[in-house]
C-alpha cells in the first residue's frame, strides 16, 4: 500500500503555491465520496493491516496539522512582517511518526522540516504548546523558549532537542558522537543525563546526505560498527527527492545506502501513516534494540517550494508541480481518516480551520511579544564567563590522592621535578587533569600508544586506558564531531588536531557548530571542550606548510572561541588549567595552540643555558583567562607585544636592542589571543615610549592588526609603532621556511626603525 492520492484537478497557474496546496486540501475533502469503514476502536489498526493504531493515528494527524498549519501562517504573516522565516516543513509531516516512536529523551538533531517530529515531540511532556512555543520561534520573539529569539530552529530544553543552525550536514557527526558518548559513558563510569538506552536522532535532507560533513558521519558509523562498537544514532535521510531546485537521481538514496556495511537500511513511506507507522517502528526498535548506526529512508515529498521565496512556478513545469502537489502526506492521511470512518467530512473540515486558527491566533500572540532590542541582551549566551568560579575551579586540588597514584608516589610528583620543557610540561598537565575530571577524554590521529607526533600525549593511554584515550579515524571533522557529542553527554572531551593546518578542513564544527550552541540555545545548552592544536611555524625536523601553518586568523574571528598560545611549560600548565575550568563552569570551547617549535626548547641566549626550562605549577595555581605575561617590567623605552615563538625570539631581540640604543625593553606575552586583553595592551602601551608588535602569524587579519588597532584605540597610535609579521604566503620547504615568517634580526632592525 503507498500513498493513493488522486490528483487534483488542474488549476489556475497560481504563482501562490501554499494557497493553492490549502486549498486542494479542503477540495479534496469536500470532494471525498467513498463509504468509510466501520470506525475502529482507539486501540484497533487504523485501517487493515496497519501497524498504526486509531489512537495513534488521530495524534499523529493532529501532529501533521500543527505542521502544516504554522507554513502556512508563516507564509501569509511574513508578508506583514510578523513572522521572518518561511522555510516549511510541507511535505515532510510524516516525520511525525519519528517522533511518536522514539522518546523525548533520545537527544535529537533536527532537518529544518522537522516540524511534524516537533509537534509530536511535545505531545511526550504534559502541559507543552509546540503552536506557541513555533510561534515565539517564527516571530523571533525574546520569549521563544529555545533561542531567545536569535533564530527560528527547532529546539527545546526538556525535549531533549538541541537547535541546528541551517548549515546542511554539519549536526550529523555530533548526532553520531552523542550516541557514541552515550555508550561510552558506561565504560568510564560517567552518569548520563538522559537513560542508558537512548539513541540519537538525526534527520537530514536527501541532498545534504551528499555533504562531506554527512558522509563523514555515516563512514565513521560504519567503522565504528564494523569493530563492533555500539553506535545507536538513527540517520532519517527526509528524501523528497530535490535540494531547493537541483533533482536527485531517482532511486539515488535507496542506491546510495541500501548496502552499507555497518549502516543498516530501512525505508519507510512517509507520506503514508497507515504504511509507514510500522516501518518506521522497525527501524527505532532495532536501532534501540541492536544499538547499531541506523539509516531510516523516509518518503516525503516537498510542496509549497523550498522556502516562501522559491517561487517553482519560475523554473518548473506546470505538470510537475501538480504532480507533486497531489502527493501531499494530508491529502493522504485525510483520506486514511475518512476512509476509517474516523472522521467525517464536516468534523475533519472543523479540524483544519480551527488549527488554522489556532495557528494565527498564537502568530498574533508572538507578535505582541517583546523582541531582542538591546545588543548586551543578544551577546549574552555567547560567551558566558564567570571569573571567580572559573578562578575557584582552575586552582581546586581536591584531588591529590588521586595525582599520587597517577604520578606513583610524593616523588614522583611533577613540581618535585626539576625544570623541564614545554611538551614534558603539557604532558603532566594532561595526567593531572585527567586525575582531577574523570569525564575528561583524550582523541585525535595518534594519540593513544604512540603519544601523538610529538609525544606530548605520552603515557596517557596506558595510565587511563582505552575509554578515555584513544585514536580516531582519520578525519577532523569527525575528531570534533564526537567531541560535541561526548559534551552533549557532560563529559569533557579533549580532541587533538595533529596540526593547525587540519583544523582549517573541519572548521566548521567549531564556527558553525559548537561555538554557536550556547548562543541558539540561549544558553541552555553547552558543549564545552579544550581543542588542542599542534601549530605554528619554526620547525627545523619538519619542513613544509602543512606543518608550520600560522593561521590563527580562522580561529580568532569564531564568536565565542577562546584562543590561548602557551610559550612555556608552566604557562602551558596554568593555561591548560583554566581551559578546563572555562569549560566545565561556563560551558566554553576553547582552542590550545601548542607551538611546536617550542615543544623541546631548553634553551634561551645560548646553547646549554637552560633558560626556556620552567618549573611545574603547583596544581593549585592557573592563570586568569587574558592575563598576560610581563618582562622587565620595570622597563619603559619599548615595549614588544609577542606571543608563541616570538617571545623567545624578543627576549633574544631586547637584548641587542638595549645593547644597540641603550634602551631598557620590555616584553609582554600576552598568551590569551581571542578574547585579547585589550586593556592590558592600552596599559603597557601607555607606559612605554615605543611599541612594536611581533607577531608570527600572517600580516593580513592575524593577531598583529588587533593588537594595533588596541593600542590606536587606547589613543596610543601617535607613539612610533611598528610590528613585525609572517608574510601573507604558505610556508616553503627547508631553509626557505624561515624567509616568510620573523626572524630575531628582524626585530631588532625594525626596533631600529622606532629610534
Ligand atoms: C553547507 C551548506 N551548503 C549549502 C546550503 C544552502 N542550502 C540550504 S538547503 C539546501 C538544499 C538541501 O536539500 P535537501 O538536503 O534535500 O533538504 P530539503 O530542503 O530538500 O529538505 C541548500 C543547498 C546550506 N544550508 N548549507
Ligand atoms: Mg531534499
Redesign the pocket.
Known sequence: MSAVAPLIPARQKDVNRAKVCDDNFVEFVKGWSGRPEPRPAPHEAVLEGSACTAADFLELFESQLVSRHLDLMARVLRVQQKVFYT?GSSG?EGNAMVARLTRHTDPAFL???SGGFMAERFRKLPGMDPVMDSALSFAASSEDPISGGRHKVWGSKPLWVLPQT?????HLPKALGTAIAIEQARRIGHALPIPDDSIAICS????????A?AQTAFNTAQWTAYQKLPAPVLYVC???????S?K?PGGWIANAFRHRDGLDYFYADGLDIAEGYGQVQAAVEHCRRTRRPTFLHLR?T?IMG?AGTDFEIEWRSFEELMAVEASDPLLRSAQIALQSGLMGKDELLAKYEAMRARCFAAAEVADSKPKLDDLAEVMRPLAPYTPDKVAAEAARSDYADKRLAVFGSEAKLPENQPPKHLAIQINQALHDLFAKYPETLLFGEDVAQKGGVYTVTKGLHKAFKNARVFNTLLDETMILGLAQGYANMGMLPMPEIQYLAYFHNAC?QIR?EACSLQFFSNGQYRNPMVMRIASLGYQRGFGGHFHNDNSITALRDIPGLVVGCPSRGDDAAMMLRTMMALAKVDGRVCAYLEPIALYMTKDLYEAGDGQWLTSYPPVDQAMVLGEERVYFPEARDLVIFSFGNGVPMSLRAAREIEAKHGWKVRVVDLRWLQPLNEAAIARHAGDCARILVVDEGRRSAGVGEGIITAVVEAGHGAKPLRRVVGQDTYTPLAGAAFLVIPADADIVAMASELA
Do not use: K, L, P, Q
Not at 166 to 170: N, R, V
Open positions: 522555510i515532510h532537518h529544518y522540516r541551517s548549515t546542511i550536514a554539519s537530514f535532507g536527501d541532498a545534504s546526505s551528499n555533504h560533513s527526509e528524501d523528497n527527492g530535490i535540494g531547493i537541483v536527485t516525503t516537498r523550498h566548521d558553525g
